[in-house]
């Protein structure tokens, strides 16, 4: 009869407490029997996995369901005060925070004006989040901030921001004010994985997200995962040269990219002025300015489509959110006019608090992991 290979048992325990955990952590409270069946785990093994997360004072049992029949069965749920997660996005003028619970929940979100101090405007962020939850979160496991920026992929600082040229060290130093890992994210490839997580794009592998504001930014995701490409300039659409406008000839001057100067929101704004049309207006745009604004967004998506080809197009930002519902038509008439690609061109369901959801989503993401490896290290003890 062959032996068993020695730490086998303490592997499979761990795998089996960390799927019980994960479980947990993404539906809120189950019960055995409901644990067993979305794990595939048995009851047994559901059993023995839930008493050892409820002696690492991980999980509790913190009510009954009652059932169709028989007795009402206990639920497990995620110990008070187990801990938090934290998403920050930095915007142009303000630092916006969320809070949440490590089922998903946001607790507390907070809006500070952004001043000459980015330091000190997230370090306030992140203490009124905290502030507002009154203690009932538990520690922060893990922070995403969304940066308006190129963040090297190597270091995980900012290597190029338009406006945070003075915030290189933001990371590490709001790692230490705050005394939690923090990372920083490029807000529109956050904004893309929030979309894919909850907006038009939910279960798309392949899509691109354009975001027209006051900067122009691209993401792209090629089977289920944000390119942030070698330097971590992937997306940087604003500076891609273009017909009909002078090609670049500064990287850090945000108006000198030619496709920032066809679809920037003070390009769109006079376009608009021309047409006699006013952003957000409840009637909607006029055909002929939606036409020539769609004509100038087909030249980024036709440029970007030729090489991904990508199923879905996603629109956003206050340029595109604000010109009414006809817009994701009109770009895909006028791309498929000038390039054989035909994408489903869609509007954003998130928003302009896509960067925000995004960093709050992979912080989620982070501070569940440290419970996971809790759970792994007490099997190696």
């Not at 893309?192 to 909850?198: G, V």
């Amino acid at each position: 009869m062959p032996r068993s290979k020695p730490g086998v048992p303490s592997l499979l325990r761990e795998l089996n407490d960390s799927a019980a955990l994960s479980h947990i952590m993404l539906v809120g409270q189950v019960t055995r029997a409901e644990l067993a069946a979305h794990t595939g785990l048995s009851r047994v093994t559901s059993s023995q996995a839930l008493a050892r997360l409820e002696s690492l004072g991980l999980v509790h049992s913190g009510g009954r369901r009652a059932g169709a029949r028989g007795p009402a069965a206990d639920l497990y749920a995620l110990m008070p005060k187990v801990g938090s997660a934290l998403g920050m996005a930095l915007l142009p003028d303000a630092v916006r925070a969320d809070l949440c619970s490590l089922t998903g929940e946001v607790l507390a979100s907070a809006t500070i004006p952004l001043g000459e101090d980015v330091l000190d405007a997230c370090v306030k962020a992140a203490r009124a989040v905290e502030e507002q939850a009154g203690g009932e979160s538990g520690p922060v496991h893990a922070a995403v901030v969304a940066t308006p920026g190129v963040v090297n992929p190597a270091t995980g600082d900012l290597s190029f921001s338009y406006d945070l040229a003075q915030a290189t060290e933001l990371r590490s130093e709001l790692g230490e004010r705050l005394g939690v890992p923090v990372r920083l994210g490029n807000d529109i490839h956050l904004a893309a994985l929030a979309e894919r997580s909850e907006g038009v794009a939910r279960g798309e592998q392949d899509f691109v997200l354009l975001w027209m504001d006051r900067g122009v930014g691209m993401a792209s995701v090629v089977d289920g995962q944000v390119r942030s490409g070698h330097s971590g300039a992937a997306g940087e659409i604003g500076y891609l040269p273009v017909p009909g406008v002078p090609l670049p000839v500064r990287v850090d001057n945000l108006e000198q990219g030619s496709f920032q100067r066809l679809v920037g929101l003070p390009a769109v704004d006079e376009l608009a002025r021309r047409h006699g049309v006013e952003r957000g207006a409840p009637g909607g745009s006029s055909p002929a300015f939606l036409m020539e604004l769609a004509q100038r967004i087909s030249l980024g998506v036709a440029a970007v489509g030729t090489i991904l080809d990508p199923a879905l197009v996603v629109l956003t930002g206050d340029t595109a959110l604000g010109f009414g519902p006809g817009l994701p038509e009109a770009v895909a008439e006028a791309t498929s006019r000038i390039a054989p690609i035909n994408p489903r061109v869609a509007m954003s369901t998130v928003g302009v608090d896509g960067p925000l959801v995004g960093a709050r989503l992979q912080a989620l993401e982070s501070a569940r992991a440290v419970l996971i490896d809790r759970v792994r290290n007490s099997e190696s003890t």
